[in-house]
């Protein structure tokens, strides 16, 4: 079983910048695509970047366009999001896992709060 740490969210001020990290355990995850996802009380988990597992290829979400960047380190299998010129809208529970099926289990995420 493959299991998912995120890590690396807090209190933030708009404007400012955070890096997340998701540590990756066990065999299998890196399939395909890898991304991070978001998710907000009342509202379903967004995808917001992705990146290819072969080849390091990137995609963003429209919202995030420009601030976001995704990366990876296979050799610690840890997959990142850089986050800069943060905005309140960006507050949110931020989680790692593949992008399609089969998913792994997902983690517990981590909270990310901006404040103005």
């Known amino acids: 079983q493959v299991q998912l740490v995120e890590s690396g969210g807090g209190l933030v001020q708009a404007g400012r910048s955070l890096r997340l990290s998701c540590a990756a355990s066990g065999s299998g995850f890196w399939f395909n695509f890898l991304g991070w996802y978001r998710q907000v009380p009342g509202k379903s988990r967004e995808l917001v970047a992705r990146?290819?597992?072969?080849?390091?290829?990137?995609e963003y979400a429209d919202s995030v366009k420009g601030r976001f960047t995704i990366s990876r380190d296979s050799a610690k299998n840890t997959v990142y999001l850089q986050m800069n010129s943060l905005k309140r809208e960006d507050t949110a529970v931020y989680y790692c896992?593949?992008?399609?099926?089969?998913?792994?289990?997902w983690g517990q995420g981590t909270q990310v709060t901006v404040f103005s």
């Open positions: 990146i290819a597992a072969s080849g390091g290829g990137t």
């Open positions: 896992n593949r992008v399609g099926s089969p998913y792994v289990s």
